[in-house]
């Protein structure tokens, strides 16, 4: 399997009522990069698009490309009512950084590429390489945590306790 490339087309939405004058009128994306894209930044984009509806540009990339998501991180995913068995690895590119408003790096910030005017967030979590679904868990629920506080912080009028991501009311 050969390691595709993170892409994105930008669109516009009027649900960002509430976001940073720069975010405001856009649909706001975020990618998140890990060394191999296979457990990390796969579960963090899949939650993303889960829990905020598809209301947030979602893309995820490796500096490393493994050759398949990790196997401990679908079925933790599974658990979660969440199907990540169809994404592949994507490699790193300058391309989906500067496409993206927020990027978050999981190990491996020194290899992504800076670019002034973007949110940048380092966030330090276990590396699930190699590990048995019962030792990823507790990642999965440390990366589920903090998406729910990305999602407060970019769509502000999003629910994102919730497991189906219905707005509040």
Not at 1 to 27: F, I, Q, R, V, W
Not at 82 to 92: G, N, Y
Request: proline letters at 7%; hydrophobic letters at 35%; one cysteine or more.
């Amino acid at each position: 399997m050969t390691a595709e490339t993170a892409e994105t087309t930008p669109e516009t939405s009027s649900d960002t009522a509430g976001l940073p004058d720069d975010l405001a009128g856009k649909k706001p994306s975020v990618l998140f990069v890990c060394v191999h894209n296979a457990g990390r930044s796969q579960m963090a984009a899949a939650y993303l698009n889960h829990l905020s509806m598809g209301r947030i540009e979602v893309l995820s990339a490796g500096s490393q490309p493994a050759d398949q998501v990790n196997p401990a991180a679908v079925e933790a995913m599974r658990e979660e009512g969440i199907d990540i068995t169809a994404e592949a690895p994507k490699i790193l590119t300058t391309e989906a950084v500067k496409a993206s408003d927020v990027v978050v790096t999981m190990g491996c910030g020194d290899e992504c590429p800076y670019f002034p005017g973007k949110r940048y967030e380092d966030w330090v979590l276990e590396d699930p390489a190699g590990k048995g679904v019962e030792s990823v868990r507790p990642i999965r629920d440390e990366i589920k945590g903090r998406i729910q506080q990305l999602i407060k912080e970019l769509l502000p009028t999003i629910d994102s306790s919730t497991s189906t991501g219905t707005p509040s009311a």
